[in-house]
């Protein structure tokens, strides 16, 4: 449906591009979209006490989410395809 709607869509208005690129246009727009959810699940996942107990160690917020968010959100961002 994406595909269609690039394909069709933007030569209605006034932009002209090929098969290809519209596939192409279509699967990038639709693989940023999936991985952005799956990143944006993975850093919502993240307790709030995680700060707290970042800044009493001593560390700066973005340590603690920066560890979780690549924990949780990469195993199911690494193949969005299966």
């Not at 990038?28 to 707290?52: C, V, W």
């Not at 917020?61 to 395809?81: D, L, M, V």
Request: net charge negative; charged share 15%; glycine share 16%.
């Amino acid at each position: 449906m994406q595909i269609m709607l690039v394909y069709f869509g933007l030569p209605a208005s006034g932009l002209n591009i090929d098969r290809l690129t519209a596939a192409v246009v279509a699967l990038g727009l639709n693989s940023a979209a999936y991985s952005g959810e799956i990143f944006r699940a993975g850093i919502e996942s993240i307790d709030k006490g995680t700060n707290g107990g970042c800044q009493g160690c001593g560390y700066d917020w973005k340590y603690g989410y920066e560890a979780h968010r690549f924990t949780s959100g990469f195993p199911c961002g690494n193949s969005p395809f299966s």
